[in-house]
């Protein structure tokens, strides 16, 4: 049987985890963070040997040298990790991606493919090497992104996928079966982390984008936002508005409000913006200004 260490933080890291060792994989380490307490009080509850926090410069070290494992796993570890667990299995070290590498490298790579209008997805298994996300290919799962989705979908698809492809990864390297398949790196591109300020709309860009802007980042992200004046709205669903408006009024221009929604000008067209957080939304009146 193979022994199994795994990296894993948060619901999906928890999920992952939690259906490996259900399906009576040997799982003998796991590395988390101290946010991800689901894990934690898993490790407890089963006595599995843990590690919490970043294990960079040398952190873990005392961990890793108690570790002998075959297989290392990371599913949506916060922490991006060193040779010294790297290195640490006799076989393989796999880390599952959010996206169809090599495209999308990098953090929260399923909210810029919404944003940047992408008609699919996906997950790729992918042999951890030193610079992040750049592995061979061992397995790789495609997923259409719906018109209406938003990041929180995309993530739901995942959590489907993401035991499935484990249980097809660990299958593979059971019977010896694991392909690898280099990744093209001339097609390689990362994308950066994004933080809740990164967030902001400009009314000058065409409605696509900005559409596109504000389902990427709905609940329970932070969610898309503009102001009015010094006071914030937060908006988490949108929907295109067929409605003439005038070229010479400025973007960001409140065509209509009521108390469910608000008509947006915007480049070369209307939102409707449906779901927002504000204060007051009385307070709206037609003519003002977003930005």
């Not at 990041?151 to 097809?168: C, Q």
């Amino acid at each position: 049987m193979l022994s199994i260490c795994f990296l894993a933080s948060g619901a999906l890291g928890f999920k992952v985890l939690r259906h490996t060792f259900l399906q009576n994989k040997n799982i003998v380490a796991v590395f988390t963070d101290k946010k991800s307490t689901e894990v934690q009080e898993f490790c407890i509850d089963f006595q599995i040997p843990f590690f919490v926090g970043n294990p960079r410069k040398g952190r873990a070290a005392e961990f890793i040298e108690k570790i002998d494992c075959d297989v290392l796993l990371s599913v949506n570890y916060l922490f991006i990790v060193e040779r010294d667990i790297i290195r640490l299995p006799r076989r393989y070290a796999i880390n599952l991606h959010g996206s169809l590498l090599p495209k999308y490298r990098g953090r929260t790579p399923h909210v810029w493919a919404i944003i940047n209008g992408e008609k699919e997805t996906g997950i790729t298994a992918h042999l951890m090497e030193d610079e992040v996300d750049n592995g061979a290919i061992v397995h790789q799962v495609k997923i259409k992104i719906e018109p209406e989705d938003t990041g929180a979908d995309i993530l739901r698809k995942f959590n489907k996928e993401y035991p499935l492809i484990i249980d097809e990864v660990l299958k593979n390297i059971e019977n010896h079966e694991l392909q690898l398949r280099p990744q093209d790196n001339t097609k390689a591109f990362y994308v950066g982390k994004r933080t809740p300020a990164d967030g902001r709309i400009n009314w000058d860009w065409d409605k696509e984008r900005i559409y596109n802007w504000i389902r990427a980042q709905a609940k329970p992200y932070p969610g898309a936002f503009t102001f009015l004046e010094q006071e914030k709205i937060t908006i988490h669903k949108a929907s295109f508005e067929n409605m003439r408006c005038i070229d010479s009024e400025a973007n960001g221009t409140v065509l209509g409000v009521n108390n469910k929604s608000i008509l947006v000008k915007t480049q070369d067209g209307v939102l409707r913006l449906e779901e927002f957080e504000y204060r007051n939304s009385t307070l709206l009146k037609e003519g003002m200004i977003l930005n």
